[in-house]
């Protein structure tokens, strides 16, 4: 933030995750287990998060309101509504998603929470993240790669551009800024993995 701008309201976590409920993005027959702090199963493997874990995951990426966020792994799009949420409406958000029929479905359960400004589309299977002009400025990965993809890294915007990802079962944050980038450990979590 720059000398003089206005104090940005700090992107509230626990209120985004309050506005949004989780049922919305449960299958009909998982609904009933929304309270639960566990990963539910959707399809084809695949999981909603544990909601102490995406709390986790957006308070470490310090999402600022008018961001534009890339959220690779959208799944049920649940954690694209709350990026969405989160970066309010002058913001954008993009979720890609590798599971195609999830990636509808996801899609669906966005569109219904009606913040146009937030997206979610299939992943093209041979391109990892969506390269942007000038980089994403923060970055959230829902699914563990074996070791960081350089790809992923290269997206970011290099002034202080901020990613959130799971590297096997520890969650890391990857930070450019001044022509460096650091990456710091916090804790030990379970993904599926990245594909
Ligand atoms: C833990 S799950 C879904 C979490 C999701 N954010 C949510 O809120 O429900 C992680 C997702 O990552 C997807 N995935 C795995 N590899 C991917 C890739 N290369 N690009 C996009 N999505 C991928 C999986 O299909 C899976 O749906």
């Not at 310090?62 to 709350?82: F, Y």
């Amino acid at each position: 933030m720059g000398m003089g701008a206005d104090p940005q309201r700090a992107a509230d976590v626990a209120d985004a995750m309050r506005a949004l409920a989780r049922t919305g993005f449960l299958p009909a027959e998982q609904r009933a287990y929304a309270a639960q702090d566990r990963p539910l199963p959707l399809w084809h493997g695949q999981t909603n998060s544990q909601p102490s874990t995406v709390a986790t995951m957006l308070r470490l990426l310090e999402v600022p309101v008018g961001g534009r966020v890339l959220d690779v792994g959208a799944g049920s799009g649940w954690t694209t509504a709350l990026l969405a949420r989160l970066v309010g409406p002058g913001g954008s958000v993009l979720g890609l998603e590798l599971d195609p029929q999830l990636a509808r479905w996801g899609a669906a359960n966005l569109a219904a929470q009606r913040m146009p400004w937030a997206t979610l589309e299939p992943a093209a299977p041979d391109v990892l993240g969506r390269p942007v002009e000038g980089g994403w400025p923060r970055i959230l990965v829902s699914a563990a790669p074996r070791s960081m993809p350089a790809e992923l890294v290269a997206q970011l915007a290099e002034d202080g551009g901020r990613m959130v990802i799971p590297v096997r079962s520890t969650l890391q944050v990857v930070l450019r800024a001044e022509g460096r980038t650091t990456v710091t450990s916090h804790g030990s979590y379970s993904f599926v993995p990245l594909r």
